[in-house]
């Protein structure tokens, strides 16, 4: 079975920094894209970043590029998402992900999320 379970949301000001884990377990991380997504009250829950299954690239949404920087440690299943230089449009509850693809219906696995919110 597939567990995704994400940690490190917070309240932060702007231009502060977090970081975001996500611990997976039942399955190999090798064999998938794993990405984080993030999702605000009313809209659709758009790809922040991910690391392409194989080959191991990443990929980053326009507006973190700079910001927020995607990592993994495969000895210890954990994906992180550091961010840093946080702006009030930021904020939102942040997903964790895994599939076949870095793109929203490719992935095939969610966590339940963590909120952060950027705020003075």
């Known amino acids: 079975q597939v567990q995704l379970v994400e940690s490190g949301g917070g309240l932060v000001q702007p231009g502060g920094s977090l970081r975001l884990s996500c611990v997976g377990s039942g399955f190999t991380w090798d064999d998938y894209a794993i990405g984080w997504f993030r999702q605000e009250p009313g809209k659709e829950r758009e790809r922040v970043s991910c690391?392409?299954?194989?080959?191991?690239?990443?990929v980053y949404a326009d507006s973190v590029k700079g910001r927020f920087t995607i990592s993994r440690d495969n000895a210890k299943n954990t994906i992180y998402l550091q961010m840093n230089s946080l702006k009030p449009e930021d904020t939102a509850v942040y997903y964790c992900?895994?599939?076949?693809?870095?793109?929203?219906?490719?992935?095939?696995?969610w966590g339940k999320g963590t909120l952060v919110t950027v705020s003075s």
């Open positions: 690391i392409r299954r194989s080959i191991g690239s990443t």
């Open positions: 992900a895994v599939g076949s693809g870095c793109f929203y219906y490719g992935m095939d696995y």
